[in-house]
């Protein structure tokens, strides 16, 4: 299977790391080179934009170690009930039942993120 990028993210020239949290999002930064450097992804499609001097695509994809998705990818949550403001945390920080009930009860959920999910319990059942 084709790996699928779960976190875009590009490494400016002066280290600094740009990420998309969702889907449709626009993260923009001055270098210390005076460039600026545009990542986005708007209905599907990535973009990086700047004027002369490359970034460098740092993606995190489903063929990287878990130990590293765990840490990079970050889950939207509006809390239990639904009702509390977008919030975003890394996998890893996720509680044993949270990641259960997202396997067990979330429709349309696409199967690599539910192998994800999956891969953080047999994570954490290996740590313990």
């Known amino acids: 299977m084709k790996p699928v990028v779960l976190v875009y993210r590009i490494e400016t020239p002066d280290g600094t ?13 001055i270098d210390l080179n005076g460039e600026t450097y545009r990542i986005s ?12 001097i490359k970034a460098t695509e740092k993606h995190i994809t489903t063929s990287d170690d878990h130990s590293l998705i765990r840490k990079e990818l970050l889950w939207g949550t509006t809390g239990r009930d639904g009702k509390k403001d977008m919030t975003f945390m890394p996998v890893k920080s996720l509680t044993k039942p949270h990641v259960r009930s997202i396997i067990e009860n979330m429709s349309g959920l696409p199967d690599y993120l539910k192998k994800v999910m999956e891969d953080e319990l047999r994570f954490r059942e290996k740590m313990s």
């Open 17 to 29: 790391m740009l990420r998309l949290n969702t889907m449709d999002d626009s993260v923009t930064h």
């Open 41 to 52: 992804l708007f209905s599907g499609k990535f973009e990086v934009s700047n004027n002369f």
